[in-house]
């Protein structure tokens, strides 16, 4: 039982891991980015295409996270340029647009048969008393805890943070004001595709994939970010793990083992449900 | 917090809209393309090539979507080219008509019809579709036509009056996987982990039963629930924890790849693991041997006469896939094996050779010998076909397939 829970960390770290990057891009820039987990499905493909072809898996990996993190930031220029005055919810609906088309090109190029992805360093575990933990456990909870710190410091401490939080909120006036605007939020854009990238890097291998079910893992990440209320890092993260170890134990209850795989959809409902508690009728319509 | 939740509203349709379209991006139902082989083949000829009144013969496959089955009618096509090349069945030419049904029922049922009403073929041989039998199982007893099946894989393939398959098949596998494990192995806690696939699940389940019956022994642990793109992790360990010694799984290759790499990220290597013909491919024990898990854990049967050993048997198999660029696969075994069969039936009709000429043949097929099977091959007029219940097994052994056993593994009848 422990070491399920265990086994849980490295879907659950990626989860977080996602969550995170759509919170940020929400703060930051003002978009609910659907495209966010397509985005590192198609770095991640990148990558295995990469590796069968002879390329080192170190490297491959790498150029999967660029490759990510370079389609992102192509995404957020469209949104700089075009979309700057749009409202959030345009935005977001662009980034469903987006999701499609990565989607649809993914396809094309990589097909969709499942593949095989070898381990983040096979064969390497810690044993502590009878839990064993793999390498890409201890590489997905490590990439949570830097990331969640760096995110923290950044927007609290930076100015730069500050400045990206007021773009969020009023574009036009922190333009007036003197922010680089376009820059700032391709830089967000690309931050948020490369951890996007290392996030379905990390996840990958421990499953078999393929390209779609890679960018499905947008439903937990987005289950995840919505109980932080989008806008919270540390309760994201917890829900990201949270989500991973419910899925996962839920395999071993007979009763709900077939339907584990609608969990995030019942956490959505559940945290709108729980969101619209205090609304009235007329304001919630 | 409001916009977020309208933005989530649309993100119903976007999810529906990728588990619908994003499956079948590219298998657009009805893009079924029909390949003719009555051209004979480019070899060095013995005799002069057929050119009478070809023979038609049929075969529906799943050559595009997201599970393939290329090889077995490549390997029949290959081996009706030789035929034709050397001159044909009594001067008359085989016309072999691939088609594709992209998985999809429409397309299997119009693919059917096609080729018995409009090409009027006398028999189907060498078809390897995911759906083919379900489909058309009933139309081919309705019209009075009879395949050997190349690939059988669905449960009524195996369950038709008109079609009896050259392999074994995921079923009666599974029993001769699991008899293998609980008597050759001479495994105790023998254990189950299968993929939910709905509709295969009664099959699943009789195939469990017919091993009960066999051996008098119950599944020590099983679990039915796992997803095609599922986390193994979480139910290697139930079963580890559960105390395995064997585990006996179905699945994709993939999955066979997949299990002993969580296999090796946990540290457990004390417990036997024994899959499918579908786990039987170069390209896992390559994956498996450059990564080095699953050495000495993993088992699978093999439905033929083993494809990666050098056996004698398969010389003429692999002289004639190679020439023909076929991979060499158990598919192409089974495409070979069920064009072979045909072929024997054709040249053993006296008399005209037309659909109810071969429909008589096949009926009077019984105990047809190969040695790539280890049980004999037989039609009849039984109200269902499994004659393949022999499996060879292999074991990986750093990287490669070596035999676990040296003769077939045969289940015992009743």
């Known amino acids: 039982m422990l070491n399920t829970a265990i086994a849980s960390l490295t879907s659950g770290g990626a989860y977080a891991l996602l969550g995170v990057g759509l919170v940020l891009t929400y703060r930051m820039t003002g978009v609910l980015n659907f495209a966010h987990a397509v985005v590192g499905a198609f770095g991640t493909y990148t990558a295995i295409v990469a590796f069968e072809v002879g390329v080192p898996y170190g490297l491959a990996m790498v150029a999967g996270i660029v490759v990510a993190a370079s389609v992102s930031a192509g995404i957020g220029l469209v949104m700089a340029r075009w979309f700057a005055e749009a409202t959030t919810i345009v935005r977001s609906t662009v980034t469903i647009a987006v999701f499609l088309g990565v989607l649809v090109v993914g396809f094309r190029l990589f097909g969709d048969t499942p593949r095989v992805v070898p381990a983040i360093l096979p064969g390497v575990r810690v044993e502590v008393a009878t839990v064993t933990l793999t390498a890409s456990t201890l590489v997905a909870v490590g990439g949570v805890a830097v990331l969640a710190a760096a995110v923290a410091w950044f927007l609290a401490k930076t100015r730069t943070g500050i400045i990206l939080r007021a773009v969020s909120e009023r574009p036009t006036t922190a333009r007036l004001l003197g922010a680089p605007l376009q820059t700032l939020v391709v830089a967000v854009w690309a931050v948020s595709g490369a951890v996007a990238g290392a996030a379905v890097a990390i996840i990958a291998p421990t499953r078999t994939n393929d390209y779609a079910s890679l960018a499905i893992l947008i439903l937990p990440a987005l289950a995840a970010a919505l109980l932080g209320g989008f806008r919270r890092v540390g309760v994201t993260i917890l829900a990201g793990f949270g989500i991973a170890l419910v899925e996962l134990l839920g395999a071993r209850v007979p009763a709900v083992a077939q339907y584990r795989t609608v969990v995030p959809f019942v956490v959505i409902l559940g945290a709108l449900l729980w969101m619209q508690r205090k609304e009235v009728w007329d304001e919630a319509r | 917090m409001r916009r977020i939740t309208t933005i989530l509203a649309v993100m119903g349709i976007v999810a529906a809209a990728c588990g619908g379209g994003g499956a079948t991006e590219e298998t657009a139902p009805g893009q079924t393309t029909t390949t003719t082989t009555a051209a004979p083949a480019t070899t060095a000829t013995t005799a002069p090539p057929a050119t009478a009144e070809p023979i038609k013969l049929g075969s529906v496959n799943s050559l595009t979507g997201q599970i393939v089955f290329p090889e077995a009618s490549a390997a029949a096509k290959a081996v009706f080219d030789r035929v034709n090349a050397e001159g044909g069945i009594d001067g008359r030419p085989i016309e072999y008509l691939i088609e594709d049904d992209a998985a999809d029922p429409a397309g299997a049922a119009q693919a059917a019809r096609r080729l018995v009403e409009d090409e009027g073929v006398v028999a189907m041989v060498g078809s390897a579709s995911l759906l083919e039998c379900a489909v058309n199982g009933a139309y081919y007893a309705e019209q009075g036509v009879y395949a050997i099946q190349g690939t ?174 076929v991979p060499l696969t158990s598919f192409a075994e089974g495409g070979y094996l069920a064009a072979t069969i045909m072929v024997d039936v054709l040249r053993g009709i006296d008399g005209p050779i037309t659909r109810e000429s071969v429909s008589e043949a096949l009926l009077a097929l019984e105990g047809y010998e190969h040695p790539m099977i280890g049980s004999p091959y037989s039609f009849g007029d039984a109200p269902a076909h499994n004659p393949n219940r022999a499996s060879k097994f292999l074991r990986l052994e750093g990287g490669e397939w070596q035999l676990a056993t040296d003769d077939w593994v045969v289940l015992p009848t009743g």
Request: a negative charge.
């Open chain 2, 152 to 325: 059988g894989v669905d449960p009524l393939c195996f369950a038709s009056s008109n079609i009896s398959p050259v392999n074994t098949g995921p079923y009666l596998g599974y029993t001769v996987s699991l008899y293998f494990a609980s008597e050759v192995l001479g495994k105790d806690r023998v254990c189950a982990l299968i993929f939910d696939i709905p509709d295969f699940r009664p099959a699943m389940d009789a195939a469990i039963q017919q091993w009960r019956d066999l051996t008098g022994k119950e599944l020590h642990f099983s679990n039915f629930t796992l997803q095609f793109t599922d986390d193994v992790t979480p139910f290697v360990l139930q079963a580890r924890d559960a105390g395995c010694e064997v585990v006996v799984s179905n699945g994709l290759d993939v999955h066979y790849i997949g299990f002993m790499q969580a296999l090796q990220a946990q540290g457990i290597d004390d417990m036997a693991w024994v899959g499918l013909t579908s786990g039987y491919t170069a390209d896992v024990a390559e994956t498996l041997g450059s990564i080095g898990a699953g050495s000495g854990i993993l088992h699978v049967n093999s439905e033929f006469e083993p494809f990666t050993l050098d056996s004698p048997v398969l010389d003429d198999w692999r002289a004639l896939m190679t020439e023909a660029g």
